[in-house]
């Protein structure tokens, strides 16, 4: 593969007069823009956009798609993030007229059938993860912490219980969680695992207390491990008056084969993102739908959408509600590919996603094992982690180790994450990989703790066939360049 | 049923769970307490074959009436725009849309790049001195907006105007309930931001001043009378503005706002019922490093060679968790690059070109709909939006509109008590001189 070493941006190939657009002639009388903008709202100075012939855009835009890498390209065991095969059903499900060019506004009659995907989208969830309803309204996981935080928090407001203002989260929780936390007016306060990578209970009982609004929760957690006292720990946040979040991350584990809502939690958010198969995007746009027990339906965001013997409509009248926390219903066109995959798979389907997500990640643990340090040794679910200790002496980083799976063609797996583990390597093959693309991948990591032995330096100065080395991100950060300028 | 995304044979199976040391896979699941173990089928819908889910998901969409198949004068937010058919192609490139985050960069230098561009253009329309890589909407972006003034000036009340979007102030409300912030809506006079009223409003306490540019009526607010108001005490400027409109107004930045939002739904991403679109955020370079989200740099390799790195995550929930300026983490990357698409597509003239085939054809429906004695309320310049009021209720005459197969426009009762049978009507490119001709006459019927 000839990729160019160095790819300009799309104002270097601008050229004046070029144009990549085709509009009609003005079919009506045009009228002198003075007449209809007093001069002091006319721009001045033109923005400068590129000026380029459609072929153009396309060679830059194939230029740039080359030079990036995709669960298409290849493996992506990036932890914590369900890098799964997207399905292209989806994509072009998504792309039907009849769910890509309507309007939020339409008339209710005219949208039934987006109305009955949202219906059925709703219930699905709310079955997957055991709760009594469910919004689409948040816009990605982040955005569903925070809704489902708004939710408690008016909740404990109703009762009366004004004091609970502090949230509570694992030390090896995703940075999002005490984010949320921040952005719903909560304090947080951090409790600790012990030495199998659970949370550590005796620590729980003495954090909880009369200002416990919720405890923040992934299960399995982000070392991969099922927090199997998760009844007794429902029961000591319960017992404090507080409530049960469930960050659904990590749901890839456990679809059909146990739901938060059963295993105690009070709100749910998806990733739809991660377990349901929509695309990251390069980063977005996600889905992060929120499920909650029939305490807290009364909070919900509006609209939710009911149906009214044989129509479907959105429903307004929730007084209680939290409000609105996205303009419109949601990311539509994301719930519609998450809709198209459940329908895909069905309930025999998704439990074997779980079951075949978990054999893989087990699979590689065990093969690994032997040639990384292993912080916790018990069966993992979706994924694992593996620590860079035994390297780090030799003088190899982890984060060497991530660049030198580069040259092999690979994502790196999550690194530095969870903080709690030393040089930490966290690994998601997700179900949709064969058994001999997980082979190749153990053989990589095989071999490059081999060279960390015998060879140190093509690891530490890894990677050698990208298209780019390193970065000077050091640089990068104290004297910003955010744009492109002539001058610069 | 067989699963086509599920590649493990019996045998694959059998040979991992032989390394594992199991005999069966329940055995991985036996840390789950038996008392949460879900025991039956999930009752949910049964899977379908990929030729029975194509009819069923056909069946759905065709039950929901599209744009293509109206005459839509309906924005109200959400537009529909000519799509260069170059944009959906490139999307398509698999590299782009099955990417994470471009947290390697030596594998993502493509993503990165794309998103220095789309900053870029955002820069270069709103007149701002830098743009971050997106967030979720045009109205979080607004409420992030607020979030970040009542940070950076530490004053807990925004002041924003009732010509902004609804569901913008709704979601506004929503979020400064979680950080204990006071919102003061700001009256509407004749159609734009009442001055006065701003000014009364205005206070030590004042953390920004946010409107919307044109605003929710279509209306041009005169932000130069706004931003020296805003400008009076600590507070920040904040404008809401529509990217396409920037073609032909003048910016945001050069009026002295502070902070530029908006969505960039206008530029190449279809309607789809409100969501996926894409929003905006543009500051000055003094707010660089209070800006929510996610900013790509740029800078060099060992060897020299040009590259991009998401860069200042200082800012970010992953690494400053509960004490992040925001905790958004997933955005809209990949309609962030289709806005790009479609904003390289148009380039410099293009986007002139498009803004003022807007500004032509609302006016020409303005005139034509007077001319059938329908009355245009507000006086006020417009870009390609503007108010009329008929003599009854507005979802009554849609009703009628749609029997000609006509989307009217949105009807400001459902936000404004004091806007019965007032109708915002949009008018993009799209629209034709027959079509507005038919509108025109129907409406001169009815009203």
Redesign the interface.
């Known amino acids: 593969m000839n990729i160019q070493q160095d790819q300009s941006l799309i104002f270097e190939i601008s050229k004046e007069g070029r144009v990549g657009y085709s509009l009609p002639e003005l079919d009506i009388p045009e009228i002198d823009i003075n007449e209809l903008v007093p001069s002091q709202f006319q721009r001045k100075i033109d923005a400068e956009l590129p000026e380029v012939s459609e072929l153009q855009i396309v060679r830059h835009y194939t230029a740039l798609s080359r030079r990036n890498h995709g669960v298409d390209s290849g493996f992506y065991p990036l932890g914590s993030c369900t890098m799964k095969y997207n399905p292209k059903i989806n994509e072009d499900v998504a792309r039907f007229p009849g769910f890509a060019h309507i309007h939020p506004y339409q008339p209710e009659s005219t949208l039934q059938g987006a109305l009955e995907l949202m219906y059925k989208l709703q219930n699905s969830l709310a079955e997957i993860t055991g709760m009594d309803a469910v919004t689409l309204q948040p816009a990605a996981g982040a955005h569903g912490e925070w809704t489902g935080l708004m939710m408690i928090r008016a909740f404990h407001e109703a009762n009366g219980d004004t004091q609970r203002t502090k949230v509570i989260v694992p030390d090896s929780a995703h940075g999002t969680n005490p984010a949320s936390a921040t952005v719903a007016g909560f304090d947080s306060i951090t409790v600790r695992s012990n030495e199998k990578g659970l949370v550590d209970l005796e620590h729980l009982r003495e954090v909880v207390g009369e200002d416990t609004a919720a405890l923040m929760l992934t299960n399995p957690n982000t070392l991969g491990l099922f927090e199997e006292q998760i009844v007794e720990m429902a029961s000591i946040v319960h017992e404090a008056g507080g409530k049960l979040y469930y960050d659904g991350a990590n749901s890839n584990a456990i679809l059909g084969i146990t739901r938060p809502g059963d295993m105690g939690f009070d709100v749910v958010h998806l990733n739809l993102h991660k377990t349901f198969t929509t695309p990251h995007g390069g980063g977005g746009p996600g889905s992060g739908p929120v499920g909650v027990k029939e305490e807290l339906v009364p909070f919900l965001p509006k609209p939710m959408v009911v149906k009214d013997g044989n129509t479907y409509r959105f429903d307004y009248d929730i007084p209680q509600s939290i409000g609105r926390v996205k303009p419109y219903y949601g990311n539509f066109g994301i719930n519609v590919r998450a809709y198209t995959y459940i329908r895909t798979m069905g309930p025999v389907g998704l439990r074997k996603v779980s079951e075949f997500a978990v054999l893989n990640a087990n699979y590689m643990f065990r093969r690994l094992e032997p040639f990384y340090d292993a912080p916790y040794t018990q069966h993992c679910k979706h994924e694992f982690v593996l620590s860079g200790r035994r390297q780090k002496k030799l003088g190899v980083r982890t984060l060497d180790i991530a660049k030198r799976l580069l040259d092999f063609g690979y994502h790196p797996p999550t690194i530095y994450f969870p903080l709690n583990v030393e040089e930490c390597l966290m690994i998601e093959p997700t179900e949709t990989e064969s058994k001999e693309t997980l082979d190749e991948f153990i053989d990589a990591m095989i071999q490059i703790a081999k060279e960390v032995e015998e060879n140190p330096e093509i690891v530490q100065e890894a990677p050698h066939n990208t298209v780019i080395d390193r970065l000077d991100e050091t640089t990068a950060a104290r004297k910003p360049i955010l744009r492109y300028t002539t001058e610069a | 049923?067989k699963?086509r995304?599920?590649?493990?044979t019996e045998q694959?199976?059998k040979?991992?769970?032989d390394?594992?040391?199991i005999d069966h896979?329940d055995?991985?699941?036996?840390?789950?307490?038996k008392?949460?173990?879900?025991k039956e089928?999930?009752?949910?819908?049964?899977?379908?074959d990929?030729t029975r889910?194509?009819k069923?998901?056909?069946?759905?969409?065709?039950?929901?009436?599209?744009?293509?198949?109206v005459t839509?004068f309906?924005g109200?937010?959400?537009y529909?725009h000519?799509i260069?058919t170059?944009v959906?192609?490139?999307l398509?490139?698999?590299?782009?849309?099955?990417?994470?985050?471009?947290?390697?960069?030596?594998?993502?230098?493509?993503?990165l790049?794309?998103i220095?561009?789309f900053?870029?253009?955002i820069?270069?329309?709103t007149g701002m001195?830098?743009?971050n890589?997106?967030m979720?909407?045009?109205?979080?972006a607004l409420a992030e907006a607020a979030?970040m003034s009542a940070g950076h000036t530490k004053k807990k009340t925004i002041l924003v105007s009732k010509t902004v979007?609804p569901?913008?102030r709704?979601?506004l409300?929503?979020?400064a309930?979680?950080?204990?912030l006071t919102v003061v809506e700001i009256d509407e006079k004749d159609g734009v931001t009442d001055l006065d009223h701003l000014s009364e409003q205005y206070g030590d306490d004042t953390a920004c001043v946010v409107v919307q540019y044109p605003n929710f009526f279509g209306n041009?607010e005169d932000l130069?009378a706004i931003e020296s108001i805003a400008h009076k005490g600590k507070g920040l400027f904040v404008v809401s503005s529509n990217p396409l409109s920037?073609?032909?107004?003048?910016?945001p930045g050069?009026f002295g706002a502070d902070v530029v939002v908006g969505d960039v739904q206008p530029f190449g991403i279809?309607?789809?019922?409100?969501?996926?679109h894409?929003g905006y955020f543009a500051v000055t370079n003094k707010l660089?490093r209070k800006v929510p989200g996610?900013?790509?740099?740029?800078?060099?390799?060992?060897?020299g060679?040009?590259?991009?790195?998401l860069?200042?995550?200082?800012r970010?929930?992953?690494?400053?968790?509960?004490?992040?300026t925001?905790?958004?983490?997933?955005?809209?990357?990949?309609?962030a690059?289709g806005a790009s698409?479609a904003?390289?597509?148009?380039?410099?003239?293009?986007?002139?070109?498009?803004a003022?085939?807007n500004?032509?054809?609302a006016?020409?429906a303005k005139e034509e709909l007077r001319k059938h004695g329908v009355e245009v309320v507000y006086s006020a310049?417009t870009f390609n939006e503007f108010v009329i009021r008929l003599s009854r209720p507005i979802k009554e005459i849609?009703?009628e509109l749609?029997a000609k197969n006509i989307?009217g426009g949105?009807d400001l009762s459902r936000d404004y008590s004091d806007k019965e049978n007032m109708m915002l009507v949009a008018v993009t490119?799209l629209r034709?001189?027959e079509e507005?001709d038919e509108f025109a006459s129907v409406l001169g019927g009815v009203k």
């Not at chain 2, 069923?56 to 009436?65: F, I, S, T």
């Not at chain 2, 279809?270 to 996926?276: E, K, M, R, S």
């Open positions: 049923m699963f995304y599920l590649p493990m694959d199976q040979e991992m769970m390394t594992i040391g896979i055995e991985l699941f036996a840390d789950i307490p008392e949460v173990r879900f089928d999930l009752n949910i819908e049964e899977a379908l990929e889910l194509v069923e998901m056909q069946r759905l969409a065709g039950k929901n009436l599209n744009l293509k198949e839509s309906l109200a937010g959400v529909e000519y260069p170059v959906n192609h490139m398509l490139r698999s590299e782009f849309y099955t990417a994470y985050t471009p947290y390697q960069p030596e594998i993502s230098q493509g993503e790049q794309a220095f561009e900053q870029t253009m820069s270069e329309l001195d830098i743009a890589s997106s979720y909407d045009g109205p979080t979030m979007h569901e913008s709704a979601v409300k929503s979020n309930k979680g950080q204990n041009i130069s920037l073609g032909l107004l003048q910016p050069k279809p309607t789809q019922l409100g969501g996926p894409c660089m996610r900013l790509v740099g740029q800078t060099k390799d060992q060897t060679k040009r590259g991009f790195v860069t200042l995550q200082a970010e929930q992953h690494i400053r968790r509960e004490k992040a925001s905790n958004i983490c997933s955005n809209q990357a990949l309609n690059l698409i904003m390289s597509a148009l380039g410099k003239t293009g986007v002139k070109d498009i003022n085939q500004i032509q054809k006016h020409y310049p849609n009703e749609l989307l949105y490119e034709t001189k507005i």
